[in-house]
């Protein structure tokens, strides 16, 4: 494999495997406070993984060939839907636009080709780099008739970060989407009570977003004063 990431991807007999979607500086990533880890050097590429093409593989073929052909019946198609296909790490994950979660969801639940009844929530995740898309939702689906699992990923600018709720289909993803709103500011439109279920309603910010600042509030601990991060020493 030749590394040819600084230029934006990774590359294997010409073809590629990886995308980079940024480039981290020290530990955490972390700018404008005091370097606490001694790791202030470091650099490191941060991949993704490049979408793939037919044959995916495994049983995955079965399931996009089961979407391509029941998604007309649920009001959308493969090609409306569908942004990209990747399969890494034995997971199938298919990136879709934000608009049509809601018919996909009802497809992967209803059709019986597919039948997964189970949606095992959502979380998200936070790229600065991705410029338009910077927040991604992430579903887990299983089928507990076949046996199969399915990624669905959403990517939406900081702009306007709105998903569509898919808890007419799975009610279960209640709480999910509401941590997922807590933590990361994705709004899902139609949840019936979009509120923080962890931090206080009054929090200002989402704390697993990568630009949440690190520290900045005192913590007392058995009557010690620990002083926020950037007021700490500072290696060099």
């Known amino acids: 494999m030749s590394d040819d990431s600084m230029s934006g991807e990774l590359v294997h007999a010409g073809q590629p495997l990886l995308e980079v979607s940024g480039v981290s500086q020290g530990m955490f990533g972390t700018s404008g406070s ?21 044959p995916f593989g495994s049983y995955f073929d079965v399931i996009a060939d089961e979407l391509s052909a029941s998604l007309p019946d649920f009001g959308t198609t493969w090609d409306e839907a569908v942004e990209k296909v990747v ?26 080709g597919l039948r997964f009844e189970l949606c095992l929530g ?7 780099g991705h410029v338009g898309r910077e927040l991604h939702a992430v579903y887990h689906f299983k089928s507990l008739t076949h046996n199969r699992r399915v990624r669905i990923e959403i990517s939406v600018p900081d702009a306007t970060p709105r998903i569509p709720s898919i808890m007419s289909v799975y009610p279960t993803n209640d709480w999910h989407e509401r941590e997922t709103y807590d933590f990361f500011g994705i709004i899902f439109d139609g949840h019936p009570h979009l509120t923080r279920i962890l931090m206080p309603d009054d ?3 989402h704390p697993q977003r990568k630009d949440y600042p690190l520290g900045g509030v005192p913590v007392e601990y058995k009557g010690a004063t620990i002083p926020p991060p950037d007021t700490r020493r500072s290696y060099s």
């Open 34 to 54: 005091g370097d606490t880890s001694g790791f202030g050097g470091l650099v490191t590429v941060i991949p993704l993984p490049a979408p793939s093409s037919r």
């Open 87 to 112: 399969v890494n790490q034995d997971e199938l994950t298919i990136h879709i636009r934000p608009t049509e979660i809601v018919a996909f969801a009802k497809a992967l639940r209803d059709e019986p």
């Open 122 to 128: 959502v979380s998200g995740v936070h790229y600065p």
């Open 203 to 205: 929090w200002q910010g």
